[in-house]
């Protein structure tokens, strides 16, 4: 009878330590899947969203408004002489730009806007629920905050932005808020709402 017992325990101590070992392996599974996720959709060197993600969550954002009348606006984003700080700097410099941006515009946003690093120097934003209206208020507190930076590296950008309309879809919602970056730029101004 004790010879049971203690097969019974041995067989029980074996089985708890091959549990133990497929756990971790399969925490490191998990962590490998989260590490690979983060690849495909962050920027590397801002640690935000990239492109991809944002097209994705772009069409997701469409869809809900489609289905559920959900609003939202869009703001498409530059840094305001970013070659120059390139050229005259280098572009290690160039680098500490875009990540004190993407810190800048994470810090000064909410937590359900989805942040991206559109390429190069131009980022977007996807501001649920924000409807035209209340865009500009938005966009004049993020400029504030901009202009009453305490960094000795002040950076400026100008902002496009735009909201979903009926019939939209994801080209004509960029190409709408692009737009604007473009009219904000040529007319020198901070931002433009079309």
Same mark, same amino acid.
């Given at each position: 009878?004790?010879?049971?017992? /203690? ?26 899947? %989260?590490?690979?996720? +983060?690849?495909?959709?962050? +920027? ?5 969203y990239n ?9 997701? =954002? ?6 559920y ?8 984003? +530059?840094? %305001? ?5 390139? %050229? ?6 160039? /680098? ?11 810090n ?19 501001l ?49 808020? %692009? =737009? ?6 040529? =007319? ?7």
């Amino acid at each position: 009878m004790q010879n049971q017992v /203690d097969n019974y325990v041995q067989f029980l101590s074996r089985l708890c330590s091959e549990f133990e070992k497929r756990h971790a392996n399969l925490n490191q599974y998990y962590a490998m899947v %989260d590490n690979l996720i +983060d690849m495909a959709y962050k +920027d590397h060197l801002t640690k935000l969203y990239n492109r991809r993600y944002f097209e994705d969550a772009l069409n997701k =954002e469409i869809c809900r408004f489609e289905r559920y009348g959900h609003i939202f606006s869009l703001c498409m984003l +530059d840094i %305001d002489g970013f070659k120059q700080i390139n %050229d005259t700097y280098g572009h290690l410099k160039g /680098d500490e730009v875009l990540k004190r941006f993407a810190t800048f515009l994470t810090n000064n946003s909410r937590t359900s806007d989805i942040i991206c690093r559109w390429g190069g120097d131009e980022f977007a934003v996807i501001l649920p629920h924000t409807s035209f209206n209340k865009i500009e208020a938005y966009i004049k507190k993020f400029v504030y905050a901009l202009k009453t930076q305490t960094d000795s590296l002040l950076i400026h950008a100008t902002i496009g932005a735009t909201s979903i309309r009926l019939n939209d879809n994801k080209e004509s919602l960029i190409e709408r808020a %692009d =737009e604007a970056l473009y009219i904000a730029k040529k =007319e020198k101004k901070t931002y433009y709402v079309i």
